[in-house]
């Protein structure tokens, strides 16, 4: 009953920067936190970023001072702007949403479907 739409990948050359957005929509009453994940070929899902509903963030090391996220709360959307690319950003980045749906005291965690970043050396 909730749908998240991931767009803004692609591929681009290092030192470039994409922009990710995810919308949620459905059977909202409102939205926790908001978060991006990515996994590299051969490689565990790690956390990249997340946001709280109040605007609180926190980053993988790997990441500071290049990426940053952002809500919207009013469009139930999340953003990633990327800059400075690395090849070794190369992933699928999957966004994640908590959701309170209004059926349940607790947060209900939906995935969006994944969109791949490719960067070139």
């Known amino acids: 009953q909730v749908q998240l739409v991931e767009s803004g990948g692609g591929l681009v050359q290092a030192g470039g920067s994409l922009r990710l957005s995810c919308a949620a929509s459905?059977?909202?009453?409102?939205?926790?936190?908001m978060g991006w994940y990515r996994q590299a070929p051969g490689k565990q899902r790690e956390l990249v970023a997340a946001?709280?509903?109040?605007?609180?963030?926190n980053y993988a090391d790997a990441v500071k001072g290049r990426f940053t996220i952002s809500r919207d709360n009013a469009k139930n959307t999340v953003y990633l702007q990327m800059n400075s690319l690395k090849p070794e950003d190369t992933a699928v980045y999957y966004c994640?949403?908590?959701?309170?749906?209004?059926?349940?005291?607790?947060?209900?965690?939906?995935w969006g479907q994944g969109t791949q970043v490719t960067v070139s050396s």
């Open positions: 994640n949403v908590d959701v309170f749906d209004g059926l349940g005291p607790s947060p209900v965690r939906y």
């Open positions: 459905g059977s909202i009453f409102s939205i926790n936190a």
């Open positions: 946001i709280t509903h109040g605007g609180s963030t």
